[in-house]
T-cell receptor
Framework: DTEVTQTPKHLVMGMTNKKSLKCEQHMGHRAMYWYKQKAKKPPELMFVYSYEKLSINESVPSRFSPECPNSSLLNLHLHALQPEDSALYLC??????????????FGPGTRLTVL | GIQVEQSPPDLILQEGANSTLRCNFSDSVNNLQWFHQNPWGQLINLFYIPSGTKQNGRLSATTVATERYSLLYISSSQTTDSGVYFCAVIYGQNFVFGPGTRLSVLP
């Protein structure tokens, strides 16, 4: 099973709301990733977790707060977002991240709209 | 940082035609992946190909790491092949996507 699941599929939120995106994989992968993708652009890496520890934060604003409660789950907590944060948020996992990224498998994404 | 380029940016094909997509990168990379993003946004892993040639059905890919390019071949294209094709390179601790090739296959 090479499936990564993400919920919700769509999310509309106001600038004062707090919401969370969830990602789950059951492939035994120990590395998980968050990406942001704007329309007609490639995905951009936001965060990397390796063995439930934050390994990479690509200078993402603090209104995005990642969390990895266990090896199968990855959350992205959202607070005080701006309309320009509207995008497709993609989660991915790979078998390992030991200084380099292995083959990644992507979830279907959460399409976020900030009003 | 590394530069990743893809060509052509857009491609329109008639169903049944063949095509070649190209990915150039400006520095040595640890690895390279090809993805297909369907119209619903799902990124589908096509190939993990640091070097050499791989084939999967109607698709095949070749990476010549020493010359810093990779090619994706699509034969007998189908309308379900439509979408955006990305190459992504693994460069140190970074995973950098190219800008993509947008493919439309017409019935």
């Amino acid at each position: 099973d090479t499936e990564v699941t993400q919920t919700p599929k769509h999310l509309v939120m106001g600038m004062t709301n707090k919401k969370s995106l969830k990602c789950e994989q059951h492939m035994g992968h120990r590395a998980m990733y968050w990406y942001k993708q704007k329309a007609k652009k490639p995905p951009e890496l936001m965060f990397v977790y390796s063995y439930e520890k934050l390994s990479i934060n690509e200078s993402v604003p603090s209104r995005f707060s990642p969390e990895c409660p266990n090896s199968s789950l990855l959350n992205l907590h959202l607070h005080a977002l701006q309309p320009e944060d509207s995008a497709l948020y993609l989660c991915a996992s790979s078998s390992r991240f030991s200084g380099r990224i292995d083959t990644q498998y992507f979830g279907p994404g959460t399409r976020l709209t900030v009003l | 940082g590394i530069q990743v380029e893809q060509s052509p940016p857009d491609l329109i094909l008639q169903e049944g035609a063949n095509s070649t997509l190209r990915c150039n990168f400006s520095d040595s990379v640890n690895n390279l992946q090809w993805f297909h993003q369907n119209p619903w946004g799902q990124l589908i892993n096509l190939f993990y190909i640091p070097s050499g040639t791989k084939q999967n059905g109607r698709l095949s890919a070749t990476t010549v790491a020493t010359e810093r390019y990779s090619l994706l071949y699509i034969s007998s294209s189908q309308t379900t092949d439509s979408g955006v094709y990305f190459c992504a390179v693994i460069y140190g601790q970074n995973f950098v996507f190219g800008p993509g090739t947008r493919l439309s296959v017409l019935p």
